[in-house]
């Protein structure tokens, strides 16, 4: 994957605005899914990443770097340096964050994968019905190529990236999007948590992670609010049925395809 330094589209002119979406009726219920650290398996590399970002640009020892991110991962990584660096330059820290982004594509997505359940997942769950989106804070573009690249884009009725706001933005225009319906986010971090719970009718759900010296378990993220958590997301399709109030679907009932996204 080659992408011009700065992100996808430096250099290039502006994209019109997108139309909005109208809202339409889905079957069951939207699961809204983070992409880094959720969907792929990449906390572990972006963390490297970032930790040798913050020893060049402040001097931090990279192993005290790792946990710094790591520990305020969720957040737009410009307020993850906002609150690990307040007294730095403003211009030294957006310099730095242009790097990271930069590394985090050519040096990080360029070796995530995605966890091993999730292709099984998001068939298993478009099978049961239920309608699949994401939100993540990468920019749109490249969030849809990784799902492309790992053919997971299919699975997915719509992507939200940077351009289109923060992940309580996200969410509160899926809501808007699918009316009427359950709608779940599944994340892996305090903020992806803390979001879901600002925005009404939105259920937090927690994949709980474990790297070298740092982890978040299953009772950090329910302390944050979600209303289940797990290392693997394996069971999400028995349990969301439980947290929406509704039965599953019988296992040997003809499941249909889910409606393709944008490509």
């Known amino acids: 994957m080659v992408v011009a ?26 699961v809204v899914f ?7 398996d990449d906390l572990g590399l972006i963390g490297q990443v970032a930790a040798d970002v913050l020893e060049k640009a402040f001097g931090t020892p ?4 790792r946990i710094h991110y790591l520990a305020t991962t969720g957040m737009p990584f ?34 995530a994968e995605p966890f091993p359940e ?8 478009a099978q049961d019905r239920w309608t699949l989106a994401v939100s993540t804070g990468a920019e749109t573009e490249m969030a849809e190529l990784l799902l492309e690249r790992e053919g997971l884009r299919y699975w997915f009725d719509a992507v939200l990236g940077s351009a289109e706001g923060t992940k309580r933005e996200h969410l509160t225009e899926y809501r808007r999007r699918y009316p009427g319906v359950p709608v779940f986010l ?9 979001a879901a719970a600002s925005v009404a009718g939105v259920v937090p759900i927690g994949r709980a992670s474990a790297l070298h010296d ?3 378990s299953p009772r950090d993220l329910q302390k ?24 599953a679907p019988p296992a040997n009932k003809a499941s249909r395809s889910p409606r393709r996204g944008r490509r």
């Open 34 to 40: 983070d992409l880094d650290g959720t969907l792929l």
């Open 5 to 30: 330094a700065g992100g996808p589209r430096e250099g290039l002119p502006a994209l019109p605005p997108r139309p909005a979406a109208e809202p339409r009726t889905v079957e069951r219920g939207l």
């Open 214 to 216: 740092w982890a978040l």
């Open 78 to 111: 410009e307020a993850q340096l906002a609150q690990l660096y307040p007294e730095s330059p403003p211009a030294l820290r957006a310099t730095a964050a242009r790097t990271f982004h930069q590394r985090k594509v050519t040096e990080a997505y360029a070796r």
């Open 224 to 247: 944050w609010g979600a209303a289940w958590a797990a290392v693997s997301l394996a069971s999400l399709p028995e349990v969301l049925p439980r947290l929406a109030g509704r039965r």
């Open 186 to 194: 599944v994340g892996d971090s305090r903020f992806d948590m803390e």
């Open 118 to 125: 999730v292709p099984k997942l998001l068939k298993r769950l």
């Open 62 to 65: 990279p192993e005290e770097g």
